[in-house]
């Protein structure tokens, strides 16, 4: 289990000249993406369909004070813009977290801050959201039509990212921890043992009992595995679902980030 600290890392801001809208396009505060989150549908580089890392997209939001933020299936990036004239014109630092992943959702990472720094049109049209510049061009839709919130119930979570502090580790190879709640009750696996107990659910948090597990040896990544998510689900947690991952943030500044996935 690599551990990497979550560094912020500064990013040069774009320099992008304005674009004026025409009167079909956007509105010039870009007020109407505003409290919207976007998932990408399809990327398109150089003229030519562009496939992203496998179970990854592109995630946008745009928050109410002209925040942008990014993801691309590994670090997270954002900073000021300013959204008139139909472009997206990053006007200061961008912030990026600093965890360690695959070289391909490296790179990933890379091209997207990378595009968002040099400043892209936009164009809103209902639900779709297409971002463009001279050499790459990201479709997208709005998260409530494209992938809607899991219930937290009735989903298996399968765990990807340990969060511990300042700190994120990607899972072992060949482990998989996941958790499933129902019925006032949570069961799962560590990664190594099965594990079970109560879980009372309420609006954003859960409170967890006294969880059992079995009592298997596994190799020391995976019992370090085991030990962050133990150590996560004790007491009050609190939980957040958006589109299909789950984060739970318990005590200690321990937490697990969390993607459904097929039983």
């Not at 079970?196 to 595995?225: Q, S």
Request: proline content about 5%.
């Amino acid at each position: 289990m690599r551990v990497v600290p979550l560094l912020t890392v500064l990013l040069l801001a774009a320099c992008a000249q304005p674009l004026d809208a025409g009167a079909d396009g956007p509105p010039d505060d870009g007020a109407v993406l505003a409290g919207r989150t976007f998932l990408s549908t399809a990327v398109v580089k150089d003229g030519k369909p562009y496939e992203l890392a496998k179970n990854t997209r592109i995630r946008l939001t745009v928050d109410d004070k002209g925040h942008v933020g990014a993801t691309a299936g590994c670090n997270g990036m954002g900073g000021d813009a300013d959204l008139s004239g139909g472009r997206l014109r990053m006007t200061g630092d961008v912030s990026m977290t600093d965890m360690g992943c695959d070289p391909a959702r490296h790179q990933q990472d890379e091209l997207v801050s990378g595009f968002l720094q040099a400043g892209p049109r936009w164009e809103l049209s209902g639900d779709k959201l297409t971002l463009r510049t001279d050499t790459m061009e990201v479709t997208m839709l709005d998260q409530e039509s494209a992938e809607p919130d899991r219930p937290l119930t009735g989903v298996r979570w399968q765990v990807d990212t340990v969060l511990d502090g300042q700190s994120a580790s990607s899972v072992p190879n060949g482990a998989t921890a996941y958790l499933e709640f129902a019925d006032g009750r949570v069961q799962g696996n560590t990664g190594c043992n099965t594990l079970g107990g109560p879980a009372v659910l309420a609006e954003k948090t859960i409170t967890f009992g006294d969880l059992f597990t079995t009592r298997m040896a596994c190799a020391e990544d995976v019992n370090r595995l085991e030990r962050a998510v133990l150590e996560t689900l004790k007491g009050d947690v609190t939980w957040e679902v958006t589109a299909d991952r789950l984060t739970l943030t318990g005590p200690g500044g321990h937490g697990l980030q969390l993607r459904a996935a097929q039983k």
